[in-house]
């Protein structure tokens, strides 16, 4: 399946049969240490850069009332993130997965985008469009 927006994959989620927790990581660009002078000036003209994970989150697809609302819920972090990247945590018999059954799931997708392993997560920009950053 192709997903293109965030509201799309929102969407996806709903048409499971199983209830779904969609997992978040939101990064921010860093430079990253030993940059070149061509980079720093790439990423001081806003582009380029590391992504570095800043905050997660889960919520179920009720919890979710589409890309903008997650936009503003956002506006409460410390730093503007530049990418948020986001997985589905399926249920089981009805139910959907607890916040403490996404805890481990989180920390591994964690771990992958600090290790650049970004298969099996889609990307977003602030649009809400899907980007690749692999």
């Known amino acids: 399946m192709q997903i293109a927006t965030f509201d799309g994959l929102l969407e996806a989620m709903r048409q499971q049969p199983e209830p779904q927790r ?3 990581v939101f990064t921010v660009a860093e430079l990253p240490d ?10 001081e003209a806003g582009q380029g850069g590391a992504l570095v994970p800043y905050v997660c989150a889960d919520k179920t ?3 979710l009332a ?3 609302a997650l936009v503003e819920e956002s506006r409460m972090f ?3 993130w530049a990418i948020v990247f986001a997985a589905a945590l399926s249920g089981r018999d009805g139910k959907a997965p607890s916040s403490a059954d996404a805890d481990q799931p989180l920390e591994r997708m964690v771990a ?3 290790a650049g392993r970004l298969d099996g ?4 920009d602030r649009s809400g469009e899907a980007v690749n950053v692999g």
């Open 121 to 124: 997560l889609v990307a977003f």
């Open 78 to 80: 410390d730093q503007e």
């Open 61 to 63: 697809a009720d919890e």
């Open 22 to 24: 969609m997992l978040l």
């Open 34 to 43: 030993g940059a070149t002078q061509a980079e720093r000036e790439r990423f």
């Open 112 to 114: 992958a985008i600090r």
């Open 66 to 68: 589409g890309f903008a």
